[in-house]
Protein backbone atom coordinates (compact mmCIF):
# COMPACT_ATOMS: atom_id res chain seq x y z
CA UNK A 1 0.00 0.00 0.00
CA UNK A 2 3.06 2.57 0.99
CA UNK A 3 3.81 2.88 -3.39
CA UNK A 4 0.31 3.79 -4.58
CA UNK A 5 -0.28 5.74 -1.40
CA UNK A 6 3.01 7.88 -1.10
CA UNK A 7 5.24 7.54 -4.52
CA UNK A 8 5.95 10.61 -6.33
CA UNK A 9 7.42 9.30 -9.72
CA UNK A 10 4.83 8.57 -10.76
CA UNK A 11 2.79 9.79 -8.52
CA UNK A 12 -0.67 7.94 -7.53
CA UNK A 13 -2.84 9.16 -4.41
CA UNK A 14 -0.17 11.65 -4.25
CA UNK A 15 -0.12 11.32 -0.74
CA UNK A 16 3.01 11.80 -0.05
CA UNK A 17 3.59 14.89 3.12
CA UNK A 18 0.12 14.64 3.40
CA UNK A 19 0.42 11.39 6.20
CA UNK A 20 -1.63 13.69 8.96
CA UNK A 21 -3.99 14.89 7.02
CA UNK A 22 -5.30 11.56 5.95
CA UNK A 23 -5.23 10.41 9.92
CA UNK A 24 -7.16 13.64 10.58
CA UNK A 25 -10.11 13.50 8.45
CA UNK A 26 -10.27 9.77 9.43
CA UNK A 27 -10.41 10.47 12.86
CA UNK A 28 -12.98 13.41 12.56
CA UNK A 29 -15.32 10.46 11.53
CA UNK A 30 -17.19 8.80 14.55
CA UNK A 31 -17.68 5.84 12.69
CA UNK A 32 -14.35 5.56 11.76
CA UNK A 33 -12.92 6.16 15.20
CA UNK A 34 -14.32 2.99 16.10
CA UNK A 35 -14.17 1.19 13.66
CA UNK A 36 -10.26 1.45 14.12
CA UNK A 37 -10.23 0.69 17.66
CA UNK A 38 -12.50 -2.39 17.38
CA UNK A 39 -9.87 -3.35 14.28
CA UNK A 40 -7.18 -2.39 15.75
CA UNK A 41 -7.89 -3.21 20.38
CA UNK A 42 -5.43 -2.34 22.76
CA UNK A 43 -3.54 0.17 20.72
CA UNK A 44 -4.69 3.45 21.93
CA UNK A 45 -7.40 5.47 20.94
CA UNK A 46 -6.15 7.19 18.06
CA UNK A 47 -5.68 6.59 14.25
CA UNK A 48 -2.20 5.93 12.80
CA UNK A 49 -0.90 6.21 9.07
CA UNK A 50 0.31 2.57 9.81
CA UNK A 51 -3.20 1.27 10.65
CA UNK A 52 -4.62 2.97 7.57
CA UNK A 53 -2.09 0.63 5.42
CA UNK A 54 -2.64 -2.36 7.89
CA UNK A 55 -6.60 -1.68 7.12
CA UNK A 56 -6.59 -1.61 3.02
CA UNK A 57 -4.12 -4.11 2.65
CA UNK A 58 -6.45 -6.66 4.49
CA UNK A 59 -9.36 -5.31 2.76
CA UNK A 60 -7.39 -6.36 -0.88
CA UNK A 61 -6.16 -9.63 0.52
CA UNK A 62 -7.53 -12.58 -0.62
CA UNK A 63 -8.50 -14.85 2.58
CA UNK A 64 -8.71 -18.54 1.64
CA UNK A 65 -10.57 -20.66 4.96
CA UNK A 66 -11.27 -23.98 3.35
CA UNK A 67 -12.04 -26.12 7.28
CA UNK A 68 -15.56 -25.02 7.67
CA UNK A 69 -17.85 -28.34 8.59
CA UNK A 70 -18.50 -28.87 5.01
CA UNK A 71 -15.39 -29.29 3.97
CA UNK A 72 -14.32 -31.73 6.63
CA UNK A 73 -17.27 -33.61 5.57
CA UNK A 74 -16.81 -33.63 1.61
CA UNK A 75 -13.01 -33.37 1.31
CA UNK A 76 -11.83 -35.35 4.53
CA UNK A 77 -14.34 -37.51 4.96
CA UNK A 78 -15.31 -36.66 8.31
CA UNK A 79 -18.73 -37.15 8.96
CA UNK A 80 -19.41 -36.69 12.07
CA UNK A 81 -18.95 -32.98 11.89
CA UNK A 82 -22.11 -32.37 9.90
CA UNK A 83 -24.90 -33.02 11.70
CA UNK A 84 -28.33 -34.43 10.37
CA UNK A 85 -29.97 -31.19 10.14
CA UNK A 86 -27.34 -29.61 8.05
CA UNK A 87 -27.04 -33.06 5.96
CA UNK A 88 -30.50 -33.11 5.36
CA UNK A 89 -30.53 -28.76 4.46
CA UNK A 90 -27.42 -30.31 1.96
CA UNK A 91 -29.97 -32.53 0.11
CA UNK A 92 -32.68 -29.37 -0.05
CA UNK A 93 -29.71 -27.17 -1.08
CA UNK A 94 -28.77 -29.08 -3.95
CA UNK A 95 -32.21 -30.43 -4.98
CA UNK A 96 -34.00 -29.51 -8.30
CA UNK A 97 -37.08 -28.55 -5.55
CA UNK A 98 -35.10 -25.27 -4.55
CA UNK A 99 -32.85 -24.59 -7.26
CA UNK A 100 -30.20 -23.16 -4.65
CA UNK A 101 -27.41 -24.99 -6.92
CA UNK A 102 -28.50 -23.53 -10.14
CA UNK A 103 -26.44 -20.34 -9.36
CA UNK A 104 -24.49 -21.06 -6.21
CA UNK A 105 -22.73 -23.71 -7.76
CA UNK A 106 -19.08 -24.40 -8.11
CA UNK A 107 -16.40 -24.91 -4.98
CA UNK A 108 -16.93 -22.00 -3.80
CA UNK A 109 -20.98 -21.75 -4.43
CA UNK A 110 -20.15 -18.53 -7.04
CA UNK A 111 -21.00 -20.82 -10.48
CA UNK A 112 -18.15 -20.80 -12.21
CA UNK A 113 -14.32 -20.71 -11.58
CA UNK A 114 -11.00 -20.63 -12.90
CA UNK A 115 -7.84 -23.00 -11.44
CA UNK A 116 -5.31 -24.91 -12.89
CA UNK A 117 -7.29 -26.63 -15.25
CA UNK A 118 -8.49 -24.00 -17.08
CA UNK A 119 -12.29 -21.67 -16.81
CA UNK A 120 -15.25 -24.08 -16.05
CA UNK A 121 -17.70 -21.90 -17.99
CA UNK A 122 -19.02 -18.51 -18.25
CA UNK A 123 -19.25 -16.17 -14.85
CA UNK A 124 -22.41 -16.57 -13.26
CA UNK A 125 -25.00 -13.97 -13.01
CA UNK A 126 -28.70 -14.08 -11.77
CA UNK A 127 -31.67 -12.52 -11.10
CA UNK A 128 -31.42 -12.41 -7.33
CA UNK A 129 -35.20 -11.28 -6.85
CA UNK A 130 -35.14 -7.73 -5.67
CA UNK A 131 -35.99 -6.34 -9.28
CA UNK A 132 -32.39 -5.00 -10.11
CA UNK A 133 -31.59 -7.26 -13.03
CA UNK A 134 -28.98 -9.65 -13.30
CA UNK A 135 -26.69 -9.52 -10.81
CA UNK A 136 -22.75 -11.55 -10.06
CA UNK A 137 -23.75 -14.08 -8.13
CA UNK A 138 -21.70 -14.11 -4.61
CA UNK A 139 -20.06 -17.03 -2.58
CA UNK A 140 -21.70 -18.88 -0.05
CA UNK A 141 -18.66 -19.48 2.10
CA UNK A 142 -18.40 -18.01 5.46
CA UNK A 143 -22.03 -16.76 4.67
CA UNK A 144 -22.66 -16.98 8.15
CA UNK A 145 -20.17 -13.55 8.67
CA UNK A 146 -20.96 -11.69 6.00
CA UNK A 147 -24.40 -9.77 6.91
CA UNK A 148 -26.36 -8.08 5.85
CA UNK A 149 -27.33 -9.97 2.81
CA UNK A 150 -28.18 -9.27 -1.25
CA UNK A 151 -26.38 -6.85 -3.45
CA UNK A 152 -28.12 -4.26 -1.49
CA UNK A 153 -27.76 -4.98 1.90
CA UNK A 154 -31.19 -5.08 2.79
CA UNK A 155 -31.70 -8.29 4.31
CA UNK A 156 -30.06 -8.67 7.63
CA UNK A 157 -30.13 -12.19 8.50
CA UNK A 158 -29.95 -15.39 6.55
CA UNK A 159 -33.74 -16.33 7.90
CA UNK A 160 -34.69 -13.52 6.48
CA UNK A 161 -32.84 -14.43 2.78
CA UNK A 162 -34.99 -17.71 3.18
CA UNK A 163 -37.85 -16.33 4.03
CA UNK A 164 -37.15 -13.66 1.10
CA UNK A 165 -36.73 -16.58 -1.37
CA UNK A 166 -39.73 -18.52 -0.48
CA UNK A 167 -41.70 -15.04 -1.37
CA UNK A 168 -39.85 -14.09 -4.68
CA UNK A 169 -41.20 -14.13 -8.14
CA UNK A 170 -38.57 -14.07 -10.74
CA UNK A 171 -37.21 -15.24 -13.93
CA UNK A 172 -35.18 -18.13 -13.44
CA UNK A 173 -36.20 -18.26 -9.46
CA UNK A 174 -38.33 -22.12 -8.34
CA UNK A 175 -41.20 -21.10 -6.27
CA UNK A 176 -41.03 -23.06 -3.10
CA UNK A 177 -42.26 -23.80 0.49
CA UNK A 178 -40.51 -24.62 3.11
CA UNK A 179 -41.97 -26.61 6.36
CA UNK A 180 -40.45 -25.37 9.34
CA UNK A 181 -38.25 -28.29 9.69
CA UNK A 182 -37.21 -27.61 6.43
CA UNK A 183 -36.13 -24.20 6.99
CA UNK A 184 -34.03 -24.74 10.18
CA UNK A 185 -32.03 -27.49 8.12
CA UNK A 186 -31.14 -25.70 5.20
CA UNK A 187 -30.38 -22.90 7.51
CA UNK A 188 -28.11 -25.68 9.35
CA UNK A 189 -26.46 -26.36 6.09
CA UNK A 190 -25.81 -22.89 5.34
CA UNK A 191 -24.17 -22.11 8.20
CA UNK A 192 -21.85 -25.23 8.05
CA UNK A 193 -20.15 -23.41 4.99
CA UNK A 194 -18.56 -21.32 7.83
CA UNK A 195 -14.97 -21.91 9.11
CA UNK A 196 -15.03 -21.18 12.34
CA UNK A 197 -11.40 -19.61 12.41
CA UNK A 198 -12.50 -17.34 9.83
CA UNK A 199 -12.11 -13.91 10.86
CA UNK A 200 -9.83 -14.93 14.01
CA UNK A 201 -6.24 -14.14 13.23
CA UNK A 202 -4.08 -11.81 15.45
CA UNK A 203 -2.88 -8.14 14.88
CA UNK A 204 0.59 -9.92 14.63
CA UNK A 205 -0.15 -12.61 11.65
CA UNK A 206 -2.32 -9.79 9.77
CA UNK A 207 0.84 -7.55 10.34
CA UNK A 208 3.29 -10.26 9.21
CA UNK A 209 1.30 -10.88 6.27
CA UNK A 210 1.38 -7.36 5.13
CA UNK A 211 5.13 -7.44 5.70
CA UNK A 212 5.43 -10.63 3.66
Known amino acids: MREPMLNEHPVELGLKGREAEVVARLASDASYRAAFA???????SGITFEQVILAIAAY????????????LYVFEGKHDVLGADARRGMTLFFSERLGCAS?????????AWRDSQGATGEPSFADNGLGVGPMRVPTLRNVSLTAPYMHDGSLPTLEAVVEHYERARAPGLRS???SAAERRELLAFLHSLTDPTFGMESHAERTNSVSR
Open 176 to 178: FTL
Open 60 to 71: ERTLIFGRSPFD
Open 103 to 111: CHSGFNFSG
Open 38 to 44: SAFPGEG
